[in-house]
């Protein structure tokens, strides 16, 4: 009996693993490949069926940069170019993968097949790849030292995209290593118009060109955005108030506003802006902020009316 009954506990046993062997393996689903292995699979799968398609081989290219396999990508750039030698996506796209391998040379050789063409094309003045090349040219002149060549292919890109913060950071850059802080500042005081926040780096160099000029409270004022941008709000918060009763006052009051506004401190925000307007009644950034947190612009005053009847708006602008 004692057998007997080991024997069944032993089956019972055997049969609970291999049922829940069967059941696991009915019940489980393959993840199958992941997105990106999906989207290589396409992109090869387009390109074996169309091996002279330009377009499949440029966006098999892409995918194997996203996957970081960058000697494949380079094979599909070789290809195009065998075909056509200075297509413009091949090149930058080429370039792109030898900057990303410290080539600088050799990624250059890429960008200066674009501009050295293109420099006296009919459409050069709106041409985005021709801006791009002159703009990787002005960085990697920059990163080898050579200023004044940065200089001019970034002003390059400039001359087609004006608002290009990107190039217009690197100039400011340029320009300061060329000694030259004053134009530094206007450049990069550009930069920050279209790109004001989340973006540390031009602060940065924008207090060390106003260190160079001897300005006190602009350099104080660019040390403060950069502590908010660096998520230190304390302190940039210290460094503005020191300012809000002089030449930069209302730089000081709106960035005050907006770590008030970031913080969430919605009243506090709109009271740095409001006196932002005290100095400034036609400021934009001011104006602007106040109409994003639903404040109306200041009231006019009439002089049929005493101080004490007037007031603010609180109904938002219409858009």
């Known amino acids: 009996m004692s057998r007997i009954l080991r024997a069944g506990v032993l089956a019972l046993a055997v049969g609970v693993v291999v049922f829940g062997g069967l059941y696991f393996k009915d019940?489980?689903?393959?993840?199958?490949?992941?997105?990106?292995?999906?989207?290589?699979q396409s992109a090869e799968q387009a390109v074996r069926k169309e091996p002279g398609n330009i377009g499949a081989?440029?966006?098999l290219a892409k995918v194997y940069r996203s996957d970081k396999r960058m000697d494949d990508a380079l094979k599909q750039y070789d290809e195009v170019l065998k075909a056509e030698g200075n297509h413009r996506s091949a090149l930058l796209g080429r370039g792109a993968v030898l900057m990303a391998r410290n080539d600088l040379k050799g990624a250059a050789a890429m960008y200066q097949k674009i501009t050295g063409v293109a420099v006296k094309g009919e459409f050069a003045a709106q041409d985005p790849q021709l801006a791009e090349a002159h703009y990787f040219l002005g960085s990697i002149a920059l990163t080898e030292g050579r200023t004044k060549a940065a200089v001019t292919e970034l002003e390059g890109a400039l001359k087609i995209d004006r608002t290009d913060s990107d190039a217009l950071y690197l100039l400011g850059v340029a320009r300061l290593k060329d000694d030259q802080p004053?134009?530094?500042v206007d450049?990069?005081?550009q930069a920050l118009r279209f790109v004001p926040t989340?973006?540390?780096?031009?602060?940065?160099?924008?207090?060390?060109?106003?260190?160079?000029?001897?300005?006190?409270?602009?350099?104080t004022y660019s040390q403060g955005m950069l502590d908010f941008c660096q998520k230190r709000p304390a302190e940039a918060t210290t460094a503005l108030k020191t300012l809000t009763a002089g030449p930069m006052a209302v730089e000081a009051m709106l960035g005050l506003g907006l770590i008030?506004?970031?913080a969430s401190?919605?009243?506090?925000?709109v009271a740095w802006y409001?006196?932002?307007?005290v100095v400034d009644p036609a400021n934009i950034s001011a104006i602007s902020s106040l109409s994003g947190l639903g404040v109306g612009p200041k009231a006019a005053p009439s002089p049929s009316k005493a101080p004490s009847a007037q007031g603010h708006s609180t109904t938002p602008r219409t858009k």
């Not at 989340?198 to 350099?219: D, F, M, T």
């Open 198 to 219: 989340g973006w540390c780096e031009p602060y940065a160099e924008l207090g060390n060109a106003y260190r160079k000029l001897g300005s006190v409270p602009q350099a």
């Open 57 to 59: 081989r440029l966006a």
């Open 187 to 189: 450049a990069l005081k």
């Open 260 to 262: 008030a506004e970031t």
């Open 27 to 40: 019940q489980r689903v393959s993840a199958g490949p992941s997105l990106n292995e999906r989207q290589t």
């Open 182 to 184: 004053q134009l530094a």
């Open 274 to 277: 409001k006196k932002a307007l």
């Open 265 to 269: 401190n919605r009243d506090e925000a």
